[in-house]
């Protein structure tokens, strides 16, 4: 009776391990580490500029380049300034709206076999993780990424003020959409990188 309760818990362990082995596949847990990564990468340089470059005054500039500057701002709404939270109730709604955007992303990412889709989704999820970061703690989202050109004493920006998070999220919804139209079911199957990492 022991041997066939010590067999019993061997088989039920091995079906744990085996289980967790197929989910966290090589190219899930590389994904998991690019989106840690991209969280505390986007932290770090928020950390930077509003801490040790002085700059944490809405409009404080330091200029680098004639086309890009370090321009602090906050983003009190989501993406391109969108649905602007203008309440209590309405930030924490927002950080509830991103966060369950962050854990449909995450489960997908947990679900998806091939590499480049997984990456593309790291890139996002690791971006949302540090914006709701900042909604949580500070109430808005810290911006300071100023790309822009002059032209004819004007100012033109092809983007609005951004962060490492929000460029992040564009360069994987960029991947996920450039696979989905380029990339064929059978081409990403028999990718040999993907098959290589999920083993």
């Given amino acids: 009776m022991r041997a066939l309760r010590q067999g019993g818990a061997r088989v039920g362990r091995g079906s744990v391990v085996s289980a967790l082995s197929s989910l966290f596949t090589r190219a ?18 928020k950390w930077y500029v509003t801490r040790e470059l002085g700059l944490n005054r809405i409009g404080d500039k330091l200029e680098l380049l004639p086309f890009f500057d ?15 939270a203008t309440s209590m109730e309405m930030r924490w ?23 480049g889709d997984i990456l593309g989704l790291a890139l996002i999820l ?10 949580f703690t500070l109430g808005f989202v810290t911006d300071f990424a100023d790309l822009h050109v002059h032209i004819a004493g004007d100012i033109f920006r092809p983007f609005l003020i951004f962060n490492v998070a929000d460029a992040a999220i564009t360069i994987g919804v960029v991947v996920i959409l450039a696979r989905a139209l380029f990339v064929s079911e059978k081409d990403a199957d028999s990718d040999a990188p993907s098959s290589a990492l999920e083993n």
């Fill in 28 to 45: 899930r847990l590389l994904g998991l580490a690019l989106a840690a990564l991209v969280a505390t990468f986007d932290q770090s340089t």
């Fill in 126 to 135: 690791g971006g949302a993780i540090g914006n709701i970061y900042d909604r």
């Fill in 70 to 84: 370090l321009t602090y701002t906050r983003n009190y709404g989501v993406s391109l300034g969108m649905l602007e």
């Fill in 93 to 115: 709604l927002l950080v509830l709206l991103t966060a369950g955007i962050a854990l449909v992303v995450l489960v997908w990412l947990m679900r998806e076999k091939r590499l």
